[in-house]
């Protein structure tokens, strides 16, 4: 069964903590992203990676942090440099059809800082 | 910077009418063109999407999307919705760029639909 999987589903944590949530994909795509989703805004790139060690910074990443050692994981580290953690976040990978690429989302992971 | 507009943050519509959910992008060259949908609990899904060729593109559940470049729009339609269709939609675009490779998807802030039975 293909896909993407993003755990845990609810993730809480208090104020100055780093947490790291997991991306996690068997789809066999070399392009993995990390989106941040709040309420009114839509999704905004936070990292990405085309390839395996490989990663660049996307719209907003500050206070965030990436690896990608292995192709089908692509985890994200939010620290406590982060100044409003409080959101959903979403992965995503891609695949390259017909010349143009698609992505793929996972279903999110909500985390919460108090 | 380049942006995509959704105009419409929260569509109330009753079964059976007809929906158009608008956006535009302020891209001047070739660009990929994607609406996805968002369930209550559920992934972002794709709903339907333009690389080149006929404007007018269909997706899944009866949805439909027309690209009118010279208004840097793709307008989300469909001609009767259900109570099913309660969701939110996000549109997002990304540039074509010489040589093949891609710029990054810019998503729209989401409209909101609510459809009452």
Request: charged share 20%.
């Amino acid at each position: 069964d293909g896909g993407i999987t993003q755990s845990p589903k609810y993730l809480f944590r208090k104020e100055g903590q780093n947490v790291t949530l997991s991306c996690e994909q068997n789809l066999n795509h070399d392009a993995m992203y990390w989106y941040r989703q709040d309420p009114g805004q839509g999704l905004r790139l936070i990292y990405y990676s085309q390839i395996v060690n490989d990663f660049q910074k996307g719209d907003i990443a500050e206070g965030y942090s990436v690896s990608r050692e292995k192709k089908e994981s692509f985890p994200l580290t939010v620290t406590s440099a982060q100044k409003n953690p409080t959101a959903f976040y979403l992965c995503a990978s891609s695949v390259r059809r017909g010349g143009r690429y698609e992505q793929y989302f996972g279903p999110g992971t909500r985390l919460t800082v108090t | 910077a380049q942006s995509v507009s959704q105009h419409n943050h929260h569509v109330i519509l009753s079964e059976a009418a007809s929906l158009e959910l608008g956006c535009n992008y302020s891209y001047g060259g070739t660009v990929n063109l994607f609406w996805y949908v968002q369930y209550p609990g559920q992934h972002l899904q794709l709903l339907l999407k333009y690389f080149s060729g006929d404007p007018l593109v269909k997706g899944i559940k009866g949805f439909e999307a027309e690209f009118i470049k010279s208004k840097f729009s793709f307008n989300l339609r469909k001609p009767s919705v259900q109570w099913s269709d309660t969701a939110e939609y996000f549109c997002a675009v990304n540039e074509l760029r010489r040589g093949g490779s891609q710029g990054n998807l810019i998503f729209g802030k989401g409209t909101k639909l609510s459809v009452k039975p």
